[in-house]
């Protein structure tokens, strides 16, 4: 196996002691090149109530000191496997949506051309459609697990096309995403009207709701993601507002009655052996967090998305 760098061991070092990467990898310009990238994106003017993700990326990487390498609920230790490296932060346009979500688009191209993937810490989930454009500039068009509690298949807010609540419209507009294989996973909440239930059907979405995972239980739920999404590539995208407010207060449009930490986390390791291209972690917003409780699990999330992609790997 080749060797790579991993991340700085905190049996030598305090975990608490020096600068935040990622799960204190090293950071992209200290290895030259990586399988996996993290980076962030902090950019949240497309919100609808309260912003703060902006400084999601920086709460995940300072919780991400306490990730130890080795994945127990998966077997395997992805940065042994793969290198991985933290890319630092996609700086983007605070005042311009549309010259953000460019800048967005071309920052990750430019970081998928060497054929590295590309797990990205929001940031509000506009960045899901410059990402998707570059993932599928790169695969073709991507199968799509969503998990979120909202749809975010709406037109426009406010006339503006591009915002957290439209990604995945624009997606289906725009022919990045493969509409056999799009579902939503852990919606609830109150809707505009029917409507919006019909539009995103008509977009070709299937949804798993917050109470299908309840009452359907996490063996039958990934046995439906599996079957939709087959050996398509994947881009998974998962917003941090599907889990409830009680596992993730710290974000900008909490809804009651979601997932726990622990079943998403057992929905993902559900997926493995699935052809994943890319993912993000969305909507972390601090200034509403407690104890880093979003925090914490935002980066465990981020940790078995990597795990993912290193078991796609051969040993
Ligand atoms: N993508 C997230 N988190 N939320 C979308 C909510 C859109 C709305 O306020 O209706
Ligand atoms: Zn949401
Ligand atoms: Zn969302």
Not at 5 to 33: C, H, M, Q, Y
Not at 77 to 100: K, M, T
Not at 221 to 245: E, F, G, H, N, T
């Amino acid at each position: 196996m080749t060797e790579h760098r991993g991340p700085v061991d905190s049996s030598k070092i305090p975990r608490f002691a020096g600068p935040a990467t990622f799960a204190r990898l090293p950071r992209l310009d200290e290895v030259g090149r990586a399988d996996v990238v993290v980076a962030g994106v902090p950019f949240d003017s497309g919100v609808s109530y309260r912003p703060g993700a902006r400084f999601g990326p920086s709460a995940v990487r300072e919780a991400s000191r306490l990730l130890r390498p080795y994945n127990p609920g998966l077997d395997v230790s992805p940065f042994e496997r793969l290198q991985v490296a933290d890319a630092g932060d996609i700086a983007c346009n605070p005042f311009n949506i549309d010259e953000a979500v460019e800048t967005i688009e071309h920052a990750a191209a430019g970081l998928l051309k060497t054929g590295t993937r590309l797990v990205t810490i929001g940031g509000d989930h506009t960045i899901a459609l410059p990402l998707l454009r570059a993932v599928s500039a790169a695969h073709g068009p991507v199968a799509l697990l969503h998990f979120d509690a909202h749809l975010d298949t709406w037109d426009t807010y406010f006339g503006a096309a591009y915002t957290h609540g439209t990604p995945f419209r624009r997606a289906v507009e725009e022919g990045v995403v493969d509409t056999e294989a799009l579902c939503h996973v852990g919606i609830r909440g109150p809707l505009y009207g029917k409507r919006d239930l019909e539009e995103d059907r008509r977009l070709r979405f299937g949804i798993l709701t917050s109470s299908d995972v309840m009452r359907r239980g996490v063996d039958e739920v990934v046995d439906a993601l599996r079957q939709r999404v087959a050996d398509r590539p994947v881009y998974i995208s998962i917003d941090i507002d599907v889990l409830d407010p009680a596992h993730a207060p710290g974000t900008g449009t909490p809804e009651a009655g979601g997932l726990t930490s622990r079943e998403l986390l057992e929905i993902l390791r559900g997926l493995a052996g699935v052809n994943l291209v890319g993912a993000d972690v969305v909507e972390v917003a601090p200034a509403y967090d407690h104890a880093e409780i979003t925090s914490v699990a935002a980066s465990h999330l981020a940790f078995d998305l990597i795990s993912l992609l290193a078991l796609k790997e051969k040993p």
